[in-house]
Antibody, heavy 123, light 107 residues
Framework: QVQLQQSGPGLVKPSQTLSLTCAIS??????????WNWIRQSPSRGLEWLGR?????????DYAVSVESRITINADTSKNQFSLQLNSVTPEDTAVYYC?????????????WGQGTLVTVSS | DIQMTQSPSSLSASVGDRVTITCRAS??????LNWYQQKPGKAPQLLIY???SLQSGVPSRFTGFGSGTNFSLTISSLQPEDFASYFC?????????FGQGTKLEIK
């Protein structure tokens, strides 16, 4: 079955860049019926979709308007993984970050989820 | 963005009870509605997709219903492992949006 393993630091200083990676096993980041998402969760914002990358003859990205000026999601086909970079972080970016596979087709759903990474933005 | 509104935000119930959680979309999403369960300290897990289709391995006491803007998740006979938080999510359009969650607690 598909498994997602997240890695990256749990503490980031304000104004710096948050970087997380999600390694995929049991599927391909280039799959034509999947999209690879980053979602975060905090008590104040709940579950917030940040963006996704997917391959359909070429690579596409969708980003949430709230972070689109600061976010980059990239796929690395050589390592079968995808990554999140969020620039210029503030304490409001403190949250648990999840990488998630979205099965796409006639109907779409989010499964599975990575284990989550608590990222704290603090000096 | 499509707003998803769940109710109630919290619910106390006993083992064996039948409970229903509702989710309303701010516009029609036909059947593009998914439900997730989340236990403390864990990632959400898919329960139901396309409004009423049970994810593999999910017990049949979970039932999803609805279309358009109104949806529900019913647990027919609560088991101890069902006490958790539940979220709805629309997959009709980007950005994907979630309900604020329903926390199901033991009475």
């Amino acid at each position: 079955q598909v498994q997602l393993q997240q890695s990256g630091p749990g503490l980031v200083k304000p104004s710096q860049t948050l970087s997380l990676t999600c390694a995929i096993s049991g599927d391909s980041v280039s799959s034509n019926d999947a999209a690879w998402n980053w979602i975060r969760q905090s008590p104040s914002r709940g579950l917030e979709w940040l963006g996704r990358t997917y391959y359909r003859s070429h690579w596409y990205n969708d980003y949430a308007v709230s972070v689109e000026s600061r976010i980059t999601i990239n796929a690395d086909t050589s390592k079968n993984q995808f990554s999140l970079q969020l620039n210029s972080v503030t304490p409001e970016d403190t949250a648990v970050y999840y990488c998630v596979k979205e099965k796409t087709g006639h109907y779409d759903w989010l499964d599975p989820w990575g284990q989550g990474t608590l990222v704290t933005v603090s000096s | 963005d499509i707003q998803m509104t769940q109710s109630p935000s919290s619910l106390s119930a006993s083992v064996g009870d039948r409970v229903t959680i509702t989710c309303r979309a701010s516009q029609s999403i036909t059947r593009y509605l998914n439900w997730y369960q989340q236990k403390p300290g864990k990632a959400p897990q898919l329960l139901i997709y396309a409004a009423s289709s049970l994810q593999s391995g999910v017990p049949s006491r979970f039932t999803g219903f609805g279309s358009g803007t109104n949806f529900s998740l019913t647990i027919s006979s609560l088991q101890p492992e069902d006490f958790a938080s539940y979220f709805c999510q629309q997959s009709y359009i980007a950005p994907r949006t979630f309900g604020q969650g329903t926390k199901l607690e033991i009475k």
